[in-house]
Structures are given as C-alpha cells and as structure tokens.
C-alpha cells in the first residue's frame, strides 16, 4: 500500500490495483491485462441515500421516483487499518445522519501464484467490502454504485442479508454493465 497526496491509497498485488481516495475507488486497474475498470469521469463504492416513499408497503415497495431524490454521502475519512505482509486494508467512516453510519473495511490480499500456497487456499484476487451500519432512518434506504467498464453476459453478485447468505445471478443484456449494488 502506498499513500499519495491528500489522501489517495493505492492497493495493490500484482494482480489488481486500486487508487482510492474517500473510500471512493478512483481507479481499478487490471495489472496483467493493463486495462482500467472504472469508465472514466466515474468512481466506484459510493454510497447514495434515496428517499422512501412507498404507494403501498413500507421497505419493500421501492418506486421508480426514489431516483429523483438521491443524496450522494460524498467521501469518508480513510485511515489505514491493515499494513501487513499479506493483507492490507483501509477504514472509510461515513457519517449518514447523527444517529445513523456505516464503517467499511477495504482489503485486498498479496498474491501468491497457483501451486506455491504450500497447501493453502489461494488467496483473492480482488477487492474485499466488510460493513457495519448503525442505521436509524425512517423512509430512507442507501445504496452503493460500482461503475464498471465490463461487458458481460452475466453478473453473480453475493449478497448478505441478516438472516444469511445469498447468491444473485443478474442476466445483462444489451447493455454495458454498470451497477448499483
């Protein structure tokens, strides 16, 4: 992990590199292709808070016109939490209200290549998000967008609801794939 001016950390393994600034991801590089992930103009892991204002349930009917109110939290305060030899990691505080935050944890793992882990499993290669949220908000909900520039007949995503864990498989079609997650 490097540190740069005003903030900016650049991750990376020899597989990926991420500049990220704000907990905001200002650039994803695929090293060995050399190809950058973020379109340009964009970065990713940014939350959104939208008003909830449901015709009929509560949470779970979300309209089409929440997109007319987004408040984007803007960017966190960073601190390194992990510097070590195998992991390296990065806090990103967001505040939402006064009741309400969220507290991200940023890891990417060193990069060991196939047959040299001495038996153990091999290690990701790709950016970690762990959070934590205290949330106390009424009528509202939060997403976070990652921009990518990949095209792609299907996207898994893993998802962690509170009472376990899920798979989603999202079907792209004729489209560029840039998602809120």
Not at 9 to 21: H, P, R, Y
Not at 24 to 41: A, C, K, N
Not at 53 to 68: K, R
Request: aromatic share 10%.
């Amino acid at each position: 992990m490097t540190e740069l001016d005003d903030g900016i950390f650049v991750l990376g393994n020899g597989k990926i590199e991420a500049t990220i600034q704000g907990g905001h991801i200002l650039s994803l590089l695929d090293v060995e292709l050399q190809r950058e992930l973020i379109p340009p103009g964009k970065a990713g892991h940014r939350f959104i808070l939208y008003d909830d204002q449901p015709l009929y349930w509560d949470a779970w009917d979300v309209e089409i016109y929440h997109l007319e109110t987004p408040q984007e939290l803007g960017q966190g305060k960073t601190t390194i939490a992990d510097r070590g030899p195998l992991r390296v990691g990065l806090m990103v505080e967001h505040k939402i209200s006064e009741q309400s935050w969220i507290k991200t944890m940023i890891t990417l793992d060193a990069y060991v290549p196939d047959g040299s882990t001495g038996g153990f499993k091999s290690p990701l290669n790709y950016l970690q998000f762990e959070c934590e949220v205290e949330w106390h908000e009424n009528r509202r909900f939060l997403k976070v967008e990652f921009p990518i520039d990949i095209y792609s007949d299907t996207v898994p995503s893993i998802i962690n609801p509170v009472n376990g864990v899920g798979f989603i498989r999202i079907t792209v079609r004729h489209c560029k794939a840039s998602n809120s997650l």
